[in-house]
C-alpha cells in the first residue's frame, strides 16, 4: 500500500518540483541580499534604530511572499511550462486523431515542438500580467520614491519621476535584460564553433581568430559593464531599480559625488567659476569635517582627492 500511494505522489511531486526549485532559488536570490544587509545593519546598531531595521526584515520576507512577486513569476513561467505541455499534447493528439489519414501532414517532431512552445508562451503571459499589474507597480513605485527621496531635495519630484509612465516597461526588465543577452550569447558562441570546426577542418584557422576566441568574452564583459556604468553615472532612470541598487551598494560612494559629475556633464558645475554649485559639497564638506573652501568649484581647482576618494586618497 505505502509503495502504490508513492507511485501515485510521484508524477504529482514531477509537476510541483520545477515550480518549487524555480520559486526557491529567486526568492533567494531577492531576499538574500536583502536579508544579508539588515543583518548587518542590525549588528551595527546597538539599541536605537533596531525596531525599524526588525520592521523591514519583516517587510523584506512579506513582500517577496506576494503573488505579484518576482519569486512568484519565476516559480509560475517554470511550473506553468512543465504542467502546461500536459494539455497541449492532448489537444495536438485529438487533433491528429481528427486528421485521421492526413495525420502525415503534422511533422512527427512537432509533437514535441509545438506543446513546448504554447506552454512557455501561455505561461510566461500569464505570469508578466500578474508582474505587471498596474496597482503592484504603483505600491513599488512609491516605496522607490521615498527611498529616494533620501538623495534628492524634494520628496514630490523623486516620486514624480519612480511613478512616471515608460512606454513598454514594466517590472521585468531587469531579467529582460539578463534573458536577452544570454541567449544572444549561446547563439553567438554556436555559430563562432561552427565557424571554428570549419576552419580548423580547412586548415585556415588564424592566430588572429584565436586571440578573439580567447579574450572575446572578457571584451564583451568590459564594454556591457562600461555602458551599464556609464548609464548608472548619468542616465540612472534607463537602468532597472535593482541595477541602480546593486551598483549604489557595491560602490559606497556619497552621492553628491554622482550629482557633482551629472552637473559637470550639464555644463552647471565649472572649475573656477562661480555658477552657484557650491552648496552642494559643502554640506558634504560640513558632514566629513572637511574645509569647506574644498567644495566650491570657483576656489578649489581640482577636488581634492581626500574628497574624491571619500578619505582614502
Not at 139 to 148: D, L, M, W
Not at 160 to 175: C, F, H, I, K
Not at 212 to 232: E, L
Request: proline share 5%; net charge positive.
Amino acid at each position: 500500500m505505502i509503495s502504490d500511494q508513492n507511485k501515485q505522489q510521484r508524477p504529482r511531486l514531477r509537476l510541483l518540483g520545477p515550480f518549487v526549485k524555480a520559486y526557491g532559488l529567486a526568492y533567494a536570490s531577492v531576499v538574500g541580499p536583502k536579508l544579508l544587509k539588515c543583518l548587518l545593519s542590525l549588528r551595527r546598531q546597538k539599541h536605537g534604530n533596531r525596531r525599524e531595521i526588525l520592521s523591514s526584515f519583516y517587510s523584506v520576507f512579506q513582500r517577496s511572499l506576494t503573488v505579484r512577486g518576482f519569486p512568484f513569476f519565476c516559480g509560475a513561467v517554470v511550473g506553468g511550462y512543465t504542467f502546461l505541455q500536459i494539455p497541449f499534447r492532448i489537444l495536438l493528439r485529438w487533433i491528429t486523431l481528427q486528421l485521421r489519414g492526413k495525420s502525415s501532414l503534422i511533422r512527427r517532431d512537432l509533437f514535441e515542438i509545438l506543446p513546448r512552445f504554447f506552454a512557455a508562451f501561455l505561461s510566461a503571459w500569464l505570469s508578466l500580467g500578474l508582474l505587471n499589474d498596474e496597482h503592484f507597480k504603483a505600491e513599488q513605485a512609491t516605496e522607490v520614491a521615498k527611498t529616494s527621496s533620501a538623495e534628492q531635495d524634494d520628496y514630490e519630484v523623486a516620486l514624480r519621476l519612480a511613478t512616471e509612465p515608460v512606454p513598454l516597461a514594466g517590472s521585468s526588465l531587469d531579467m529582460t535584460l539578463f534573458a536577452t543577452s544570454r541567449a544572444a550569447e549561446i547563439l553567438i558562441h554556436r555559430i563562432w564553433l561552427s565557424r571554428k570546426k570549419s576552419r580548423i577542418a580547412k586548415g585556415k584557422w588564424t592566430a588572429l581568430e584565436g586571440v578573439i576566441t580567447q579574450y572575446a568574452d572578457s571584451w564583451v564583459f568590459a564594454a556591457s559593464t562600461g555602458a551599464i556604468m556609464w548609464a548608472w553615472f548619468y542616465l540612472p532612470n534607463s537602468l532597472p531599480p535593482a541595477y541602480n541598487a546593486w551598483i549604489k551598494s557595491a560602490a559606497q560612494v556619497d552621492q553628491r559625488l554622482v550629482e557633482v559629475l551629472r552637473r559637470a556633464r550639464r555644463g552647471e558645475f565649472v572649475y573656477g567659476e562661480n555658477t552657484g554649485q557650491a552648496p552642494l559639497l559643502q554640506s558634504m564638506c560640513k558632514d566629513y569635517d572637511w574645509p569647506l573652501v574644498w567644495g566650491d568649484p570657483a576656489k578649489t581647482v581640482p577636488l581634492p582627492c581626500e574628497m574624491v576618494h571619500m578619505g582614502t586618497g
